[in-house]
């Protein structure tokens, strides 16, 4: 982006849905539902920033916590929103809620190997 440039900010909407989405994250118990949540509001935010966005495009946007590429808009969507990928906030407010649906997604997975830690020591208990 060249010094001086406008940069357009869309802030305002990832407040207005940040409520909602920490909200859904934390009703999430399992964390390969983390992705879903995440695509959801990562989704519904855009459409917030441009109504016009095809429903068939939110199968474009991806989740993977465990890589480093933790999330990705690919194909069609990413050719829609064009400049606005690299003339706005845009990828550093779903770098944001990404973030937050990777800190879940652990926390889920720590909870989930304790549990399954305890399960085998129940297991191991009853023979």
Known sequence: MIRGEK???FVKFEKEIESDYRRALD???RPD???KVFVDYAFRFLKMVNEEIPASF???ISFNPESDKVFEISGDL???LGELIEKSDL???LERM???AVHRYKKLK???ERTDLFRLGENARAH
Do not use: L, Q
């Open 58 to 60: 939110k199968d474009e």
């Open 27 to 29: 009703d999430v118990k």
């Open 98 to 100: 990404a973030s937050s």
């Open 7 to 9: 940069m357009a900010s």
């Open 33 to 35: 539902e983390i992705g």
């Open 78 to 80: 990413r050719e829609f």
């Open 91 to 93: 990828m550093a407010i």
């Open 110 to 112: 720590k909870d989930d």
